[in-house]
């Protein structure tokens, strides 16, 4: 497969790129190959995903919130309050 059709075959997936002027040596490959992708490195936090959900639920329905901010802070009190309630 030539270079062009292998980098398409990565199309919507995380990959590392390494670019550099000269060739790499034996031993820089190496360890190119030893990187593995992790697709949680590269997203959101789970926090950030919670946050961005919470912003989506808002736009759908704001439940007589006036802003996004009172939105977060009352449904993230919920969760805090349901979490400590599970605590001994």
């Not at 190119?32 to 949680?40: F, S």
């Not at 919130?65 to 805090?80: D, K, T």
Request: glycine fraction near 8%; avoid cysteine; charged fraction near 25%.
């Amino acid at each position: 497969m030539d270079k062009a059709a292998a980098l398409l075959t990565l199309n919507h997936q995380l990959a590392y790129v390494a670019i550099k002027p000269e060739y790499f040596s034996g031993e820089e490959e190496q360890l190119l190959d030893q990187l593995k992708a992790d697709p949680e490195a590269g997203g959101k936090t789970p926090g950030s995903r919670l946050r961005a959900v919470l912003y989506r639920n808002y736009e759908q329905d704001a439940q007589g919130f006036g802003s996004f901010a009172s939105f977060y802070e009352h449904h993230m009190e919920r969760l805090i309050e349901h979490f400590k309630g599970k605590l001994t």
